[in-house]
T-cell receptor, first 114, second 112 residues
Framework: DQQVKQNSPSLSVQEGRISILNCDYTNSMFDYFLWYKKYPAEGPTFLISISSIKDKNEDGRFTVFLNKSAKHLSLHIVPSQPGDSAVYFCAASGVGGATNKLIFGTGTLLAVQP | NAGVTQTPKFRILKIGQSMTLQCTQDMNHNYMYWYRQDPGMGLKLIYYSVGAGITDKGEVPNGYNVSRSTTEDFPLRLELAAPSQTSVYFC???????????FGPGTRLTVL
């Protein structure tokens, strides 16, 4: 049972345009959501997060939107740069008490074309 | 400040062999985690620890054991390696019960 889903395995965008990565979840108990970026042969690195009490969080070129009623979040990257090419994982936490256990989606491979 | 370090980077095991994957963090984090990532899949939690001497199972603990004798170290033990344990293993740490986790570079393990 996949509680966090990223239905697009890959996405290709042109440099300078907007990249939109999507994530859906099924467990309404999740109260904190994170996006991680992963380059090949490296560990995931934290990008941006959002608490369930908010619907938007922005950090430079990265914005995360949360729609609790739809159990959907999205990551917007504007403008996209070739260095953004990586696998992006959505993750959720909030179940299991204060253990900060993360449930990850399967990832979306973003390719930004110069 | 090295962050989270993992050794070895790569390892090939034969079926039935055992090994320990090492994980060390120098950020004085209380919480530590072991994940595995299979091709085309997300990361799945194997074991976690909320402090020295305290460990608990995650989503996929079968075939693994852990210990946490110090704040810094969280080794993962494979006792009888099986081909199903071929994966990339990531260790992570964080200070408290909410917030980002910091990941190590991973150990790529192949069991033949």
């Amino acid at each position: 049972d996949q509680q966090v889903k990223q239905n697009s395995p890959s996405l290709s965008v042109q440099e300078g345009r907007i990249s939109i990565l999507n994530c859906d979840y099924t467990n309404s108990m999740f109260d904190y959501f994170l996006w991680y970026k992963k380059y090949p042969a490296e560990g995931p690195t934290f990008l941006i997060s959002i608490s369930s009490i908010k619907d938007k969080n922005e950090d430079g070129r990265f914005t995360v939107f949360l729609n609790k009623s739809a159990k959907h979040l999205s990551l917007h990257i504007v403008p996209s740069q070739p260095g953004d090419s990586a696998v992006y994982f959505c993750a959720a936490s909030g179940v299991g008490g204060a253990t900060n256990k993360l449930i990850f989606g399967t990832g979306t491979l973003l390719a930004v074309q110069p | 400040n090295a962050g989270v370090t993992q050794t070895p980077k790569f390892r090939i095991l034969k079926i039935g062999q055992s090994m320990t994957l090492q994980c060390t963090q120098d950020m004085n984090h209380n919480y530590m985690y072991w994940y595995r990532q299979d091709p085309g899949m997300g990361l799945k939690l194997i074991y976690y620890s909320v402090g020295a001497g305290i460990t608990d199972k995650g989503e996929v603990p079968n075939g693994y054991n852990v210990s946490r004798s110090t704040t810094e170290d969280f080794p993962l033990r494979l006792e009888l390696a099986a081909p199903s344990q071929t994966s990339v293993y990531f260790c992570a740490s964080t200070y408290g019960g909410v917030g980002e986790q910091f990941f190590g570079p991973g150990t790529r393990l192949t069991v033949l």
